[in-house]
């Protein structure tokens, strides 16, 4: 497609279980970022990949969550032993190298609910 | 440390007037700017950016002013729709934008009333 893909678009899931979310950038894009947003809260960046390597991942909040990309294309990001905190949508967008007007371009957002 | 900071968590506006929504940042090394509009169980759609170089730029109902003396940028809507109604956020990036991440702010809840 010629958009940012996510799958699943919602998730279930009980405490304790382990979750992966998969991301599919737009073609030819370099960068790939993970946001997430929960209730009532603003965008929190998670980690940010160029090719396949992650410069920055400051933004993980715990141990429990790790991304991987591979061919510089999917990025999946995984939630081991999932809390009702991670309860979020999380948010996967992808650029280009910087040109004049250029942006990010986000997906539709995979709902987690852990219950 | 909330480097990116949209103070209002809400505005109505009246349909036909003026939308202003506001943005600071505390960040100096912020050089380009960005608001994004959300609809509720979607993703965040671009709007208009802004490059430190200027103080304004225009597209369309949108136009969007940056004062770096006061590290301070709003977004205009004129005239202001009904599909406006949206959750906008600000976002900054350093000078090495799209090889570093963007800072978003809390967002604001704009309601257009008809």
């Known amino acids: 497609g010629a958009g940012v893909s996510q799958s699943p678009s919602n998730k279930v899931t009980e405490k304790g279980k382990d979750v992966e979310l998969r991301c599919d950038p737009i073609s030819g894009h370099t960068a790939l970022y993970w946001y997430r947003q929960s209730l009532g809260q603003g965008l929190e960046f998670l980690i940010y990949?160029?090719?396949?390597?992650?410069?920055?991942k400051s933004g993980l909040p715990s141990d429990r969550f790790s991304a991987e990309r591979t061919g510089g294309s999917v990025s999946t990001l995984t939630i081991q032993r999932t809390q009702q905190e991670d309860s979020a949508v999380y948010l996967c967008?992808?650029?280009?190298?910087?040109?004049?007007?250029?942006?990010?371009?986000f997906g539709e957002g995979s709902w987690l609910t852990v219950v | 440390d909330q480097q990116v900071k949209q103070n209002s968590p809400s505005l109505s506006v009246q349909e036909g007037r003026i939308s202003i929504l506001n943005c600071d940042y505390t960040?100096?090394?912020?050089?380009?700017f960005l608001w994004y509009k959300k609809y509720p169980a979607e993703g965040p759609t671009f709007l208009i950016s802004i490059s430190s170089i200027k103080d304004k730029n225009e597209d369309g109902r949108f136009t969007v002013f940056l004062n770096k003396s006061a590290k301070h940028l709003s977004l205009h809507i004129v005239p202001s729709q009904p599909g406006d109604s949206a959750v906008y956020f600000c976002a900054a990036s350093g000078r090495n934008f799209g090889n570093e991440k963007l800072t978003f702010g809390t967002g604001t809840r704009l309601t257009i009333i008809p």
């Open positions: 960040n100096s090394m912020f050089d380009y």
């Open positions: 990949f160029q090719g396949n390597s992650a410069p920055d």
């Open positions: 967008a992808s650029s280009s190298n910087r040109v004049s007007g250029n942006t990010i371009y």
